[in-house]
């Protein structure tokens, strides 16, 4: 996935600054992180068709299950699919960093979101995300548990 606002976002949150010049290392990387996790939470398509078919999703491991059980009424639709895909994947990773000791979001250059995990394995939900979306498989839940065990 290509996010290309992203990318600009990023290189204007560190535009002009030095280490030393935004004071200790960590400062401000919280913030940027809180943001980053909070833009790519959003994953409105899948929640308002989650909602439509009775499912809130709640950003818990158990709502993963919950999205593998649906009709996947989304495959009627080729352009509204890779979006759903796309949605299901960032998710995916947003339940996976809130929820996993160490899992963080990363984001490469140009704009492609993988989840980082404390060992350091990173995690392509955009595309476990699409693949759930296309064929059922991999089960966002199986994912998840492969992420919780490290």
């Not at 990363?106 to 492609?112: A, D, E, K, N, T």
């Amino acid at each position: 996935m290509n996010i290309p606002f992203l990318d600009g976002w990023l290189k204007k949150q560190g535009e002009g600054r030095t280490r030393g010049e935004r004071g200790d290392p960590g400062e401000g990387e919280t913030e940027r992180a809180a943001g980053i996790a909070e833009l790519l939470s959003e994953c409105e398509l899948l929640r308002v068709r989650a909602e439509g078919l009775g499912l809130a999703l709640d950003d818990s491991p158990a709502s993963l299950a919950a999205l593998d059980q649906l009709p996947p009424r989304w495959r009627d639709d080729p352009e509204e699919l890779p979006w759903v895909g796309n949605d299901a994947g960032l998710y995916l990773g947003t339940v996976i960093v809130r929820t996993v000791p160490g899992a963080r979001w990363h984001i490469w250059p140009g704009g492609h979101p993988v989840v980082r995990l404390a060992s350091g394995r990173e995690i392509g939900v955009v595309e476990a995300g699409l693949d759930w979306a296309v064929s059922g498989a991999p089960q966002l839940a199986q994912v998840y548990a492969e992420a919780a065990e490290g």
